[in-house]
Nanobody, 121 residues
């Protein structure tokens, strides 16, 4: 199983980025998939997930209303559209896949290598 993220980079506050995660080696449409992020010195934090049927859950404390998660089961791809980015969003963003949707890292069986997002003030 392989999950490969892309789309990270450096952006000014208020800008947007779209992250992608391409999955291989698993039947993508059967899995819940999600995004986590980890800033230096902090624990890995749940961002959002989306079930096989498109139902999504967000970390309402930090990203709801600014981020959108979507998936394309035909292309085995997960997306995270990030708008109105803030310096506090700076982190390595990871995609993950698991059979049981959840907000803790332990709910996921497979992880990507991460993509860096840096938001300058």
């Amino acid at each position: 199983v392989q999950l490969v993220e892309s789309g990270g980079g450096l952006v000014q506050a208020g800008g947007s980025l779209r992250l992608s995660c391409v999955a291989s080696g698993l039947t993508f449409r059967f899995y819940a998939v999600g995004w986590f992020r980890q800033a230096p010195g902090k624990a890995r934090e749940f961002v959002a997930n989306i079930k096989w049927n498109g139902e999504s859950t967000f970390n309402s404390d930090s990203v709801k209303g600014r981020f959108a998660i979507s998936r394309d089961n035909a292309e085995n791809t997960l997306y995270l559209q990030m708008n109105s980015l803030e310096p506090e969003d700076t982190a390595v963003y990871y995609c993950a896949a698991g059979m049981t949707p959840g907000t803790s890292p332990g709910a996921y069986n497979f992880w990507g290598q991460g993509t860096q997002v840096t938001v300058s003030s």
